[in-house]
């Protein structure tokens, strides 16, 4: 089971850092995707990190702002969100993909954790 959390009320230009933890099964051979979806929007593909080398990609949306880790021994998977605005408000979800690329495409992750709440707001 995968679980986001570390979400909160932060004020605009400010930072957050939401973890995903997995329970029942390492994380070293799954690429992470992290998605969000606020009210009334489509999910959207935030970021992933990949299993195999650590790379990442992130969404134009994010790019320059977000930041994708992992750390195996903690067999936790990390999103750095800095310079955060009133838009990047939403539900955040982490995703697994057995073996898989990392990819910002829901469809292709099929463990889905509980999201946690980001609010962006002054």
């Known amino acids: 089971q995968l679980q986001a959390s570390g979400g909160g009320l932060v004020q605009p230009g400010g930072s957050l850092r939401l973890s995903c933890a997995a329970s029942g099964f390492t994380l070293d051979y799954y690429s992470i995707g992290w998605f969000r979806q606020a009210p009334g929007k489509e999910r959207e593909g935030v970021s992933c990190i990949s299993f195999s080398d650590g790379s990442t990609q992130s969404s134009d949306s994010v790019k320059g702002r977000f930041t994708t880790s992992r750390d195996n021994a903690k067999n936790t998977v990390y999103l750095q969100m800095n310079s955060l605005t009133p838009e990047d408000t939403a539900v955040y979800y982490c995703?697994?993909?057995?073996?898989?690329?990392?990819?910002?495409?829901?469809?292709?992750?099929?463990?889905w954790g509980q999201g946690t709440q980001v609010t962006v707001s002054s």
């Open positions: 995703a697994g993909d057995y073996i898989g690329r990392c990819t910002v495409v829901a469809d292709r992750y099929d463990h």
